[in-house]
């Protein structure tokens, strides 16, 4: 542990330099509406705090759900940021999001090398846990959420944001300090840190409130010499529970979610950027609260300071958001599969997009996931990096890259989620206008944008849509409060190029039949009006040709 004259002259330096822009926000900074509710293309865009990219006015989203992020010391102070482009953004009504890293961190970001260890994760046998597996020059590890003068750094450049004018902001990898890393093969060897241990027991207290000593010792095979204790205090580990010493005795310290431990499932098994609803477990729980203090932190020093409303988001599916931004990588837990990668949200074959593949289920699921854990929020989804699905992303070729919007954005938009247009990520690769992307965008979101009511505050209808050809992906959506009605269509008939389908019908029972139907699609302009019939609610429209994507809406 540092010295407390160390913590007091770090958190000092920080608190310093939040106040001295208290309530400044940059020069035509004033702050903009931010209503999650109306925004219908998302962009994303992250450059290093001092930059701009200017590709973000030519796509002219509703919002950039990652502007600028803080990394390292890049974004400690106030005079590290472009605030300016804030004002930009407002000029085109673009909601900024400001961002950072929640978890990475390095020896040079804190005063001493004893404060960075207090600030690092640890494993069962109390080392910090190494994170080479980035490849960074200079030794990463991961911040400990648990640890309250982590989370006051965390909150200090956030609060540099805010007084710097950001209409949000979006925290990283929020729990991502459990897994191992690679040292111990991601085995969630990691977190078990005297903040953490401390915490547990407090934890086990308040779970098992009438637990005597044999209680203890007969569920968790505690023993005399470490065992809970309510005469103790929790964080006293020499006198109270120390679990790192018990899952040493156990021989589990090398691997303490092992099955045979018996406190595992107590402890539970933090998975990253997801905070499941029905986990209750000891991690999960106090994850779950620290989060919310924070988040309450922030909002409440946007409006003590500004008085102003401030956003938040993090990657993953989070309680407590104004909307949950889900980054797609591989080895995400949102599908079983047999490598154990995950859904695969950019699926390709030899280097050619799987436009044949359908993501309906797997943008259900996030849909259906968020609103238990967030209620009703937005989700939007964005292809984060690096990993292989940028990589194969940035690979494709050019018309096929085009498709992938077309295709499995369109089934984002299809399913009550949102996609969000690539721009830039901060590791030099091309960006959207070197690909040759930047225009197709930007002429593309304007669909979206002229009909951006179809696409808001939307739930999957119940009733099942019936599809007379193959390969078509279709939802029935059903937007909350006016119960206005659509139909989507996404064609999957493809082999490096699109096949466009023609002559087919399609079916839905409905509560009630509508008095007209239209046809809406970013394939063409304007509208048609394709025949349909319907009687007691079973409608049947004829669809002359679907290319990609096509919206029937019914009134």
Not at 1 to 23: D, F, H, K, N, T
Not at 183 to 196: L, P, Q, V
Request: aromatic letters at 12%.
């Amino acid at each position: 542990m540092p010295r407390r004259s160390e913590v007091v002259r770090w958190s000092a330096g920080i608190v310093a330099v939040a106040l001295a822009v208290s309530g400044q926000p940059a020069t035509g900074a004033i702050a903009a509406p931010v209503r999650p509710g109306e925004f219908t293309v998302y962009g994303f865009s992250q450059s290093d705090v001092e930059q701009e990219d200017p590709q973000v006015y030519a796509l002219d989203p509703d919002i950039n759900i990652r502007a600028i992020g803080k990394w390292s010391t890049n974004g400690d102070e106030a005079s590290d940021y472009n605030f300016a482009q804030i004002g930009r953004y407002r000029a085109k009504g673009i909601t900024f999001m400001g961002s950072g890293t929640a978890s990475v961190i390095f020896p040079h970001d804190f005063v001493t090398t004893e404060i960075f260890d207090d600030m690092s994760t640890r494993d069962a046998d109390g080392n910090p846990v190494p994170h080479d597996e980035f490849g960074f020059p200079v030794p990463a590890r991961r911040g400990n959420i648990f640890n309250p003068r982590y989370r006051e750094y965390l909150l200090g450049w956030a609060k540099i944001q805010i007084d710097g004018g950001v209409d949000g902001l979006n925290l990283d990898e929020i729990n991502a300090g459990f897994s191992g890393g690679l040292k111990y093969g991601f085995n969630g060897n990691e977190g078990f840190d005297d903040y953490a241990i401390a915490d547990f027991n407090r934890y086990l207290l308040a779970k098992y409130p009438s637990f005597t000593a044999a209680d203890w010792k007969s569920r968790f095979a505690m023993t005399d010499d470490n065992i809970v204790r309510r005469d103790v205090p929790a964080g006293d580990l020499a006198r109270n529970f120390n679990y790192r010493e018990y899952l040493q005795a156990g021989g589990w310290n090398l691997d303490p979610l092992n099955a045979a431990n018996p406190m595992a499932p107590e402890w539970g098994r933090v998975v990253a950027n997801r905070m499941y609803a029905e986990d209750t477990s000891f991690t999960a729980t106090y994850i779950r609260r620290y989060w919310k203090e924070m988040v309450d932190e922030v909002r409440a020093y946007a409006w003590r300071t500004a008085h102003r409303r401030i956003l938040v988001s993090s990657n993953g599916l989070w309680p407590y958001v104004d909307f949950n931004s889900v980054g797609m990588y591989p080895w995400n837990p949102d599908e079983q599969t047999p490598d154990f990668r995950g859904a695969d949200y950019v699926p390709v074959v030899d280097g050619h997009l799987n436009g044949a593949k359908s993501l309906q289920s797997q943008y259900r699921y996030l849909k259906e996931q968020s609103a238990r854990i967030a209620g009703d929020v937005p989700v939007v989804v964005f292809i984060d990096w690096p990993n292989d699905m940028m990589t194969n992303y940035l690979n494709l070729p050019l018309a096929e890259k085009k498709d992938y919007w077309r295709i499995f954005g369109a089934e984002a938009y299809a399913n009550g989620i949102f996609p969000a247009f690539h721009l830039k990520d901060t590791v030099g690769s091309p960006t959207a206008e070197q690909l040759g992307m930047l225009e197709f965008f930007r002429t593309h979101t304007r669909f979206y944008k002229t009909h951006a009511s179809l696409f808001r505050e939307n739930t999957i209808g119940a009733a099942a849509v019936r599809v007379g050809a193959d390969s078509v992906s279709a939802s029935l959506l059903v937007r909350r409060g006016t119960g206005a009605r659509t139909l989507h269509l996404v064609n999957h008939n493809y082999s490096q190029g699109i096949v466009p389908q023609t002559g087919f019908t399609v079916e839905a029972d409905l509560a009630s039949c509508p008095r007209r139907v239209e046809l809406v699609s970013p394939d063409f302009a304007g509208s048609r009006s394709p025949a349909f019939s319907c009687r007691h609610g079973k409608l049947k429209v004829t669809v002359d040709r679907l290319d990609y994507y096509d919206i029937l809406t019914l009134a």
